[in-house]
């Protein structure tokens, strides 16, 4: 089993910056990809960013390019989720999720991921 505890979440004004952390704990070996999902009010969960547990590959979904950054601690088993820029859009939970070995394009589905965590809120709001 792996457990992930997110953490970081808040309100910030449009054009502010949040760090989400997220802790994974357990059969942390049985991972191969750690992703940030999202979820809006009324709206289905998406993927915002993954990164490889091996080689450190990273993918973001094309709504946060160039503003949002993921990068994990080896060390801590903690992987973040940098956010800047960040638009009334952005707003929504934010989950930690774990899986396996993905094929290729599979990075940011949902549906591929097995372990997630509670999430933590984030709204983005003048």
């Known amino acids: 089993q792996v457990h992930l505890v997110e953490s970081g979440g808040g309100t910030v004004q449009p054009g502010a910056s949040l760090r989400l952390s997220c802790a994974v704990s357990?059969?942390?070996?049985?991972?191969?990809?750690w992703g940030w999902f999202r979820q809006a009010p009324g709206k289905e969960r998406e993927g915002v960013s993954s990164?490889?547990?091996?080689?450190?590959?990273?993918f973001y979904a094309d709504s946060v390019k160039g503003r949002f950054a993921i990068s994990r601690d080896n060390a801590k088993n903690t992987v973040f989720l940098h956010m800047n820029s960040l638009k009334p859009e952005d707003t929504g939970v934010y989950y930690c999720?774990?899986?396996?070995?993905?094929?290729?394009?599979?990075?940011?589905?949902?549906?591929?991921?097995?372990?997630w965590g509670l999430g933590t809120q984030v709204t983005v709001s003048s």
């Open positions: 999720a774990a899986t396996g070995i993905l094929g290729v394009g599979r990075e940011l589905l949902k549906s591929e991921y097995v372990y």
């Open positions: 357990g059969r942390t070996t049985t991972t191969s990809v």
């Open positions: 990164i490889t547990t091996s080689a450190d590959r990273t």
